[in-house]
């Protein structure tokens, strides 16, 4: 069994932004704090749509770092922040950004759909909700705008909306120097360290 101490978010509208990370920042305008009933509006029906990740690329900014789109959804009160992966070279798919997550993983329906195989090993995980033993799968491949990302063995649970396809933590956003989210914009934005 292998033993990895995870935090993370068992369901999809339970999911929060949490930023802790050293580097990490909000913005949402000229020293202004995201607004809540700002992006509300922006998500009701008849508003601007978010592009779809398909429509808009990853682009390198003028400071070197890559500019990814994000979908912000406020369900619940809860603030989701989406960004687009891909998997083996297929997606992109829609994962929640968690950086209060230690551990990313993967949802099983993607499991299914991909047709990954589980490695034969077990991970014990522990959330807000409680701890569990799942399985560990193994991929080849998955990029976050371009940006290859580095761990091959990801647990697997399920996220409990058809929706989410997994969970990107701070196991794989501490190689950044710098991680972004502009709330105005809808971009999450890397920058190497």
């Known amino acids: 069994m292998v033993e990895i101490k995870a935090l993370w978010f068992t ?3 339970a999911g929060a932004l949490v930023l802790g990370l050293s580097g990490c920042a ?4 000229p020293g202004a704090a995201p607004s809540h009933e700002s992006l509300r509006e922006s998500l009701a029906p008849g508003a601007r749509k978010s592009p779809k990740y398909s429509s808009v690329r990853a682009t390198r900014t003028a400071g070197g770092g890559t500019s ?15 960004v ?10 829609q994962f929640i950004l968690d950086t209060g997550a230690s551990t990313s ?9 991909l047709k990954l195989s589980r490695t034969g090993q077990t991970a014990r995980i522990q959330g807000v909700t409680g701890r569990a033993t799942v399985p560990v799968v193994r991929i080849r491949s998955w990029t976050l705008g371009g940006q290859a990302l580095s761990s091959r063995s990801l ?14 933590g701070s196991d794989e956003l501490r190689r950044f120097g710098r991680v972004t989210v502009d709330f105005q914009q809808r971009r999450l934005i890397l920058r190497d360290k």
Request: aromatic fraction near 2%; proline fraction near 7%; glycine fraction near 10%.
């Open 26 to 29: 909000i913005r949402s305008g």
């Open 155 to 168: 647990t697997v649970i399920n996220m409990g909306d058809p929706n989410i396809a997994g969970l990107l």
């Open 68 to 82: 990814i789109p994000i979908r912000v959804t406020i369900d619940h009160g809860a603030t989701l922040v989406m």
């Open 11 to 13: 369901t999809a509208l």
């Open 84 to 93: 687009p992966i891909k998997v083996n070279g297929r997606g992109p798919f």
């Open 105 to 113: 993983t993967l949802d099983r329906s993607l499991m299914r759909r």
